[in-house]
């Protein structure tokens, strides 16, 4: 399913194609299925957090620097 976010880092805005159910979905967008990784433990925290947040894990790299 195609999910589009808007950064909250950089106001862009930015599709991606993940593999959830649009009602699942809906459901944790209203706050009824509990925690992301419970709701979705077949998507990688990258995806769950562009779900949150919109934002990507460039675009934590950019902000934050890569990992040590």
Known sequence: MKITRKSMISGVVRTLDLDVDETLLAKYERGETGLIQVTFPNLS????????????????????????
């Open 45 to 68: 925290p990258s995806e769950r957090e562009f779900i949150m947040t919109g934002i990507t894990d460039d675009e934590w790299e950019e902000a934050l620097g890569p990992e040590e």
